[in-house]
């Protein structure tokens, strides 16, 4: 795909922001910007976390309003009301983080806040056979009755695609679209796109996935610090340009580290299965075993599912082992709640920070501490001082941009969010850290930053079993790839294989230089 294919439909702005300030107390977090988006083109907005992506696309969807600055749709100055009218002027947004309401049903959420009627009363009818369209339109064979609820994170995703597509707006900015998509997914979100620029609806799409946002993108625009650095055509970017424009150099993910000796085996899986809840003679997981070392950084590699986060999660103990044992130093912890798994040093990160990672109502301090709580109760009370030191030190180690511990948790960027989490369990002191997805909504710099820590904490003994979808976080740090499929590890390699190599053992359909 190539959006050279649609330069040609954009001449003029349909939606423009201009000079457009932000400030959140005496902090700015957008600094004089102009950005423009043109009808049956993708605009792609590149930029590290917290350097203004998501509150620029918050003002131009009516979420926010700007300190100063004007928006222009169609030639002529507008200010949003709210969302709804934003929406109301076919303007719909994407958010990164989920809006969907997990307790009612996938045709409910599509229609929240917009319901058809019929007479005085709800159509659920036309809005049940609605949904069956939507969801066949994103190739999804979901009943909409299901509560969002039970659908694995890549589904509900795609629920919050459908739920935009079927506003029928002229504009679409999509946040990070695709961080829990499989590749077959993002490849029919692709084939949407394609469909709507090609009936003339402008998208917005951001994107940590530089090589991913590049088959899609026809202009685009880079943010630092607040302000534009950077904007060009699609013939006229490559990796390098967008790296460099949003970082100021080239930064790679690392490199495997070196210079000491593996110790004895930290983490044994042993004949694991899972079964799935749904289904208890399906194997999520099957009879899988695996050994990862003192020092040792391990890669699982693997498509949607395939198993990966199934398998870590039953080492961590949020779910249930249908057979098989977990042993860490040799001791078998696999009767002990996840709770008890914590305080034998192993640690997960998961894979949805929101819903399993942090506490929203906490604050950023709050939610570091939450998992060593224990160790600053003294008597009856908790020594603030001591929690506080300890708040200090992981945010440091982490390098959480934020104003301190006491900052609210909701105020700070997605990235540095996930790295509240990473803080959170690496602060507790692990014998084996379990990251699920561990780069979920990171940008290139702040990705460097989180494998650079897992590398020196590697250094000090730590065992480290991470997974990814990501071809190229598999050649970063390991020093073991492993690859999943249908709940088996069915290839292992070292750090000098090639990615070809690697996407051809999970099954994925490797595209032709």
């Known amino acids: 795909m190539s959006g050279t294919q649609r330069d040609d439909q954009?001449?003029?702005?349909?939606?423009?922001?201009?000079?457009?300030?932000?400030?959140?107390?005496?902090?700015?977090?957008?600094?004089?910007?102009?950005?423009?988006?043109?009808?049956?083109?993708?605009?792609?907005?590149?930029?590290?976390?917290?350097?203004?992506?998501?509150?620029?696309?918050?003002?131009?969807?009516?979420?926010?309003?700007?300190?100063?600055?004007?928006?222009?749709?169609?030639?002529?100055?507008?200010?949003?009301?709210?969302?709804?009218?934003?929406?109301?002027?076919?303007?719909?947004?994407?958010h990164q983080e989920l809006s969907l309401s997990p307790n009612v049903s996938v045709r409910d959420n599509l229609f929240m806040g917009r319901e058809l009627h019929r007479g005085l009363g709800v159509d659920f009818a036309?809005?049940?056979?609605?949904?069956?369209?939507?969801?066949?339109?994103?190739?999804?064979?979901?009943?909409?009755?299901?509560?969002?609820?039970?659908?694995?994170?890549?589904?509900?995703?795609?629920?919050?695609?459908?739920?935009?597509?079927?506003?029928?707006?002229?504009?679409?900015?999509?946040?990070?679209?695709?961080?829990?998509?499989?590749?077959?997914?993002?490849?029919?979100?692709?084939?949407?796109?394609?469909?709507?620029?090609?009936?003339?609806?402008?998208?917005?799409?951001i994107s940590h996935h530089l090589e991913e946002a590049l088959q899609v993108t026809d202009h685009a625009v880079v943010l630092r610090d607040g302000a534009m650095t950077a904007k060009a055509p699609r013939t006229d970017i490559d990796l390098e340009w967008i790296v460099r424009n949003m970082v100021g150099e080239n930064f790679d993910l690392g490199s495997p580290p070196t210079g000491y000796e593996f110790g004895p085996v930290a983490l044994e899986v042993s004949e694991v299965s899972v079964s799935d809840p749904k289904d208890p003679d399906r194997m999520l997981v099957d009879n899988l075993s695996l050994q990862v070392r003192e020092g040792e950084i391990v890669c699982i590699y693997g498509l949607m599912g395939a198993g990966r986060t199934e398998l870590l999660e039953s080492v961590a103990g949020r779910r249930a082992i249908e057979h098989?044992?977990?042993?860490?130093?040799?001791?078998?912890?696999?009767?002990?709640?996840?709770?008890?798994?914590?305080?034998?040093?192993?640690g997960l990160v998961p894979e949805d920070r929101q819903r399993d990672g942090l506490v929203?109502?906490?604050?950023?301090?709050?939610?570091?501490?939450?998992?060593?709580?224990?160790?600053?109760?003294?008597?009856?009370?908790?020594?603030?001082?001591?929690?506080?030191?300890?708040?200090?030190?992981?945010?440091?180690?982490?390098?959480?941009?934020?104003?301190?511990?006491g900052a609210p948790i909701g105020s700070l960027s997605g990235g540095n969010q996930q790295k509240v989490v990473i803080g959170k369990i690496v602060s507790t002191g692990p014998t084996v850290l379990l990251l699920d997805e561990p780069t979920r909504g990171i940008d290139v710099g702040a990705k460097a930053e989180v494998f650079r820590l897992v590398a020196q904490r590697a250094k000090t003994g730590l065992a480290v079993l991470y997974s990814t979808s990501e071809v190229s976080e598999c050649l970063s740090i390991a020093h073991r790839i492993l690859v999943m499929a249908r709940g088996h590890i069915v290839a292992e390699f070292d750090p000098t294989v090639t990615k070809e190599q690697i996407m051809a053992a999970s099954g994925e359909a490797v595209i032709a230089a």
């Open 324 to 346: 098989g044992t977990v042993s860490v130093r040799g001791r078998d912890i696999t009767h002990l709640s996840l709770r008890g798994r914590l305080a034998s040093g192993l």
């Open 126 to 205: 036309a809005q049940l056979r609605r949904s069956h369209e939507a969801l066949a339109e994103l190739g999804l064979q979901i009943d909409p009755s299901v509560k969002v609820g039970d659908l694995r994170l890549g589904e509900q995703q795609l629920i919050e695609i459908a739920r935009a597509l079927l506003a029928d707006s002229r504009i679409l900015i999509m946040d990070e679209p695709t961080s829990a998509l499989s590749a077959n997914e993002v490849d029919i979100l692709f084939r949407v796109i394609d469909e709507l620029t090609a009936k003339g609806v402008a998208i917005v799409y």
């Open 360 to 405: 929203q109502t906490m604050s950023v301090g709050r939610n570091i501490s939450l998992a060593s709580v224990s160790t600053f109760v003294k008597g009856l009370f908790v020594s603030r001082k001591r929690e506080a030191a300890h708040v200090a030190d992981a945010i440091d180690a982490v390098r959480v941009k934020t104003s301190g511990g």
């Open 10 to 94: 954009a001449e003029t702005p349909v939606l423009s922001a201009r000079d457009i300030v932000k400030n959140y107390g005496g902090v700015r977090a957008l600094k004089g910007v102009n950005f423009d988006v043109y009808p049956g083109t993708v605009t792609t907005l590149f930029g590290e976390n917290g350097a203004g992506k998501s509150t620029l696309m918050k003002i131009l969807s009516g979420v926010e309003k700007p300190t100063s600055g004007t928006i222009l749709l169609d030639g002529e100055e507008i200010e949003f009301a709210d969302t709804n009218d934003a929406r109301n002027h076919g303007i719909s947004i994407i």
